[in-house]
Nanobody
Framework: QVQVVESGGGLVQAGGSLRLSCVASGNIVRINTMGWYRQAPGKQRELVAGLTSGGSTNYADSVKGRFTISRDNAKNTVYLQMNSLKPEDTAVYYC???????????????WGQGTQVTVSS
């Protein structure tokens, strides 16, 4: 079994910063991509940032230049540094990890339960 747990959400004023953390634990042979998604009320879940095990990143256009994704492979942890936050960044942020849980198993995505980020104007 694999668990994915996010932390670091909260309430912040516009222009402020937050740092989200996500740890994957359990039966893990290898982790491929780890990423952050968000879902605002009434909207579909969208990719915010992704980071492969090889170090390649991709960001949503709306967060480029403001958010930075990083990873500690030894700790199975991914971070999202969010600067210059805007009210439109308000959402539940979810972490996803693409994990191989055993040598014979295929990679599959595991999701956390989400952490709320609220940006006040």
């Amino acid at each position: 079994q694999v668990q994915v747990v996010e932390s670091g959400g909260g309430l912040v004023q516009a222009g402020g910063s937050l740092r989200l953390s996500c740890v994957a634990s359990g039966n893990i042979v290898r982790i491929n991509t780890m990423g952050w998604y968000r879902q605002a009320p009434g909207k579909q879940r969208e990719l915010v940032a992704g980071l492969t095990s090889g170090g390649s990143t991709n960001y949503a256009d709306s967060v480029k230049g403001r958010f930075t994704i990083s990873r500690d492979n030894a700790k199975n942890t991914v971070y999202l540094q969010m600067n210059s936050l805007k009210p439109e960044d308000t959402a539940v942020y979810y972490c996803a990890a693409n994990v191989r849980a055993s040598l014979m198993a295929p990679f599959r995505d595991y999701w956390g339960q989400g952490t709320q980020v609220t940006v006040s104007s």
